[in-house]
């Protein structure tokens, strides 16, 4: 069966009211909005309305974050059967009613599932994932289908089918990858809680590139049937979260035992880890933290110093710190990586598995080159890989050998994590690439690990903290996370993304100034845009300047009895007009709100200070 997709724009006309007064989606909590819908406040239905109308704003216009690639157009329908339902039954769960974002490599029926490809956009597969179908059983709702890397294939999240995600904390940067459609919507509050997968850090990059909680699970603690395979000896799948909280509320949903995914039969016998009721089980005076030497090498300063500050928290709360090494880390990680090896076959057999007709291969997708050039090279060493006599079974017994190590490291210092950067590097540029994983150590061990936000750095840019622990330590490591979440609040939203008023975004504001004094006459005219974070400004000097005009700039007000420090050159010397934009840091943006902010004119007929103008 194939499904007619309308615009965005096309289904909210057939909206009613959509934002309550008694209620906003933003920075919502799974618990706050099961309380709401329980006291009457809000619906399922609209909560799903002010979602859709979040994506509008925010996903395709202001930021244009380019996260969500298509939205489910029986979501509203499905929303209103379990508002039904629970007047009638109660809540099945805790997700019931809560619309929920699906990395595009999760089967999905009635909606394509693509994997960032073009090969692959209109792909239905025959059957749902297994966490899908678990999630749909506790009653959450398939919002959206969010944009990635494109076959998982790396971390800056870009493909052929829909482009490049943005960076919420600044457009300019990449979001991580590869689920960092994900990353990028549940940060700016597209829906309430996000899928995605991990092979190599897939969960954990995109988590502290957004100031998001993201687990990569114990391998096997969680079925992978029915997402799309980059790896199966590698490969997880997973929530992303804006809280510990929510994150181990879908945790205890998706784990366990599938008879469709082999590596699962590890916890066919083993009791739940009960995520939810172990949040504050959890004694941090007890607990002994390696901080890995070998991953804060080569660390950027921004990073390493809220890591450090972290750690330090952490220690100051009874937590034993020390300083560990794993002999040797570089040549394990090389000699356990699979990803090369497995692709192209496991790519093979998924898509025969679950129904690809126009698609049966690998090979299909390089022949017709229907990919982004950014996967290419990649995509061609797995088509033209050719393991050579027992490679591929030395790489196997190397992932057990490299697990072993590092469980007896953990072992004989005590330890109940090993603690690291997620990424040793801020975000790059959008279209330069991301250095700093350290993706492997969990990923080539089967270890769990989680990302934690930390902090911010200067230039406001997220930072994630990385806990490894041992096999099945999930859900401790989410427990010391969580210890650190309730004490230190690190969540902050996006400023691009703010809640919205009356349904609609905040506008920009234009501020137009006339200076004419000592001989300087100019215009000028700013555009503050908080969605997009930007100054946009035009300045035209007048005919009736008759001294040297230096400069006019940018200041921020920080003591009333003192001019204002100047954070960005408008017109520099020699020049009559001039045009351009200015990235807002948090302390301007903050300034300008708070009526802080004021241009400084420098010219050879004022004193050495210049002039102030006020910026209203």
Not at 320 to 337: F, G, H, Q, T, Y
Not at 349 to 368: K, M, P
Not at 472 to 484: C, Q, V
């Amino acid at each position: 069966m194939r499904h007619f997709w309308l615009p965005l724009t096309l289904i909210l006309i057939s909206f009613k009211a959509v934002a309550q007064d008694t209620f906003n989606v933003f920075e919502a909590s799974i618990s706050e909005m099961q309380a709401a819908m329980a006291a009457g406040r809000v619906s399922s239905e609209q909560l799903v309305e002010q979602y859709l109308v979040r994506i509008e704003a925010y996903d395709k216009n202001g930021p244009a974050l380019n996260s969500i690639v298509r939205i489910n157009p029986e979501a509203l329908l499905q929303a209103r059967a379990l508002d039904s339902e629970r007047r009638a039954t109660g809540p099945r769960s805790a997700l019931h009613g809560i619309p929920i974002l699906v990395k595009d490599n999760y089967n999905t029926v009635g909606l394509p599932t693509s994997g960032g490809s073009v090969a692959l956009a209109g792909f239905h597969p025959n059957a749902n994932a297994t966490q899908i179908d678990k999630l749909i059983a506790a009653g959450a709702i398939v919002l959206a289908k969010t944009n990635l890397h494109e076959y998982a294939y790396g971390i800056t999240t870009v493909g052929s089918l829909f482009g490049q995600t943005l960076n919420p904390y600044d457009i300019r940067r990449v979001p991580g990858g590869s689920s960092g459609g994900t990353g990028a919507a549940v940060a700016a509050s597209l829906g309430a809680i996000g899928l995605g997968s991990d092979t190599c850090g897939s969960i954990r990059i995109p988590s502290s590139f957004n100031n998001l909680i993201g687990l990569r699970p114990t391998k096997g603690l969680s079925s992978i049937y029915g997402v799309m395979p980059l790896s199966h000896s590698q490969d997880v799948a997973g929530p992303l979260a804006r809280s510990a909280e929510d994150l181990a509320i879908v945790l205890d949903v998706v784990s366990g035992f599938d008879n469709r995914d082999q590596a699962t039969e590890i916890v066919r016998d083993q009791p739940p880890l009960n995520f939810v009721t172990n949040l504050d089980n959890v004694n941090l005076a007890e607990l002994r933290i390696g901080k890995l030497a070998e991953f804060f090498e080569n660390t950027s300063g921004a990073v390493s110093s809220r890591i450090d500050e972290a750690l330090e928290w952490y220690e100051s709360q009874g937590v034993e710190i020390v300083e560990v090494e794993i002999p040797d880390l570089d040549e394990s990680v090389a000699a356990s990586r699979l990803i090369t090896q497995e692709f192209r076959d496991d790519l093979n057999s998924y898509l025969a598995e679950f129904g690809s007709d126009a698609i049966g291969s690998l090979q299909d997708v390089i022949n017709d080159g229907l990919y982004h050039q950014a996967v290419g090279g990649a995509l061609q060493r797995s088509a033209e890989f050719e393991a050579e006599g027992d490679d591929y079974q030395t790489r196997q017994e190397a992932r057990v050998l490299f697990k072993e190590q590092v469980l007896s490291i953990m072992e004989v210092h005590g330890l109940d994590a090993i603690a690291y950067p997620t990424v040793s590097q801020l975000p790059v540029q959008v279209g330069d690439p991301q250095t700093g994983s350290h993706c492997s150590l969990s990923a080539n061990t089967g270890l769990p690990a989680l990302s934690m936000p930390v902090g911010f750095s200067a230039s406001d840019l997220p930072i994630g903290l990385e806990l490894l622990g041992k096999e099945f330590a999930d859900a401790k490591l989410l427990a010391i996370a969580n210890a650190y979440e309730q004490a230190n609040s690190p969540r902050r939203a996006p400023s691009t993304t703010p809640a919205l008023e009356d349904g609609q975004a905040p506008q920009a504001q234009v501020t137009a100034l006339s200076f004419d004094q000592a001989g300087i006459q100019f215009e000028a005219v700013l555009e503050f845009n908080q969605v997009r974070n930007v100054v946009s400004y035009s300045l035209v000097v007048g005919p009736g300047s008759e001294a040297e005009l230096y400069s006019v700039t940018l200041a921020i007000v920080e003591d009333e009895e003192k001019s204002g420090s100047i954070v960005h050159n408008l017109l520099p010397p020699q020049s009559l007009s001039v045009s351009g934009e200015y990235f807002m840091s948090s302390a301007f943006r903050e300034a300008y709100e708070s009526g802080r902010t004021q241009l400084r004119v420098f010219a050879d007929s004022l004193p050495v200070g210049g002039a102030s103008v006020q910026i209203p």
